[in-house]
């Protein structure tokens, strides 16, 4: 059973490229949350969506930021026109249900901006 | 979420069990408490939790203390590769609310040493 599955491992963008982040959760698995990990800090929740449905977004900055989790396919976090401050670790983690149950988190993604 | 408190780092002889410890003087009646690691560059990995019993799986064991204000997770043999920062993290189990999100403080760095 394969776990949380992100890809691309690594991806470098100049400044002003997009960005296409992508999740695909574990198998039997339809929540999806996106975290952010900045150099040398913790990780820090962005964003936590249900299959069609984003339910909580209050840690997605305001702008170029918006995730996506169709009913078909994996999950995508999009950042337009980028920035230096984007780089970072970008980590997705899925979940059977909310409630009393462990989150499983995938490779990540090293966003490095140029 | 409670609060967590934990040493910036420790260091452990391999072979030898690593105990670490977590502060959660603030967690209310219904908050279970998490434990997670990140090895360098990965994803953060589920370890174990528990509410006020004490729990033992094929990684690790969590002692909570009877008042639950503190709790230890004891590697039993640690190797060279549980070299990670490790995250207690308290959460409710309640589906309401924001309870699905995981808060990472900075943790712990536990180094194993040969």
């Known amino acids: 059973n394969a776990g949380v599955m992100q890809n691309p491992r690594h991806l470098v963008r100049r400044r002003g490229q997009e960005a296409r982040l992508r999740c695909s959760p574990m198998?039997?698995?339809?929540?999806v949350y996106w975290y952010r990990q900045l150099p040398e800090e913790g990780l820090k929740f962005m964003v936590y969506?249900?299959?069609?449905?984003?339910?909580?977004e209050s840690g997605m900055p305001k702008e170029r930021f918006s995730a996506e989790f169709p009913k078909e396919g994996p999950s995508i976090l999009r950042i337009q026109q980028v920035v230096r401050g984007d780089s970072a670790a970008y980590f997705c983690?899925?979940?059977?249900?909310?409630?009393?149950?462990?989150?499983?988190f995938g490779q990540g993604t090293r966003l490095t901006v140029v | 979420d409670a609060k967590t408190t934990q040493p910036t780092s420790m260091d452990c002889a391999e072979g030898r069990a690593a105990n670490l410890p977590c502060n959660h003087s603030?967690?209310?009646?219904?908050?279970?408490v998490y434990w997670y690691r990140q090895i360098h560059s990965q994803g953060p990995q589920y370890i174990i939790h528990?509410?006020?019993n004490n729990e033992t799986n094929e990684m690790a064991s969590l002692i909570i203390t009877e008042d639950r204000k503190s709790s230890t997770l004891i590697l039993p043999h640690a190797t060279l590769r549980d070299t990670a920062v490790y995250y207690c993290?308290?959460?409710?189990?309640?589906?309401?609310?924001?309870?699905?999100?995981?808060?990472f403080g900075k943790g712990t760095l536990l180094t194993v040493n040969p």
């Open positions: 969506l249900q299959k069609e449905n984003i339910i909580d």
């Open positions: 603030t967690i209310s009646g219904n908050e279970y």
């Open positions: 528990g509410l006020k």
């Open positions: 993290i308290v959460r409710s189990p309640n589906s309401g609310g924001s309870n699905y999100k995981l808060t």
């Open positions: 198998k039997g698995h339809s929540h």
């Open positions: 983690a899925s979940s059977d249900y909310t409630g009393n149950t462990e989150a499983f």
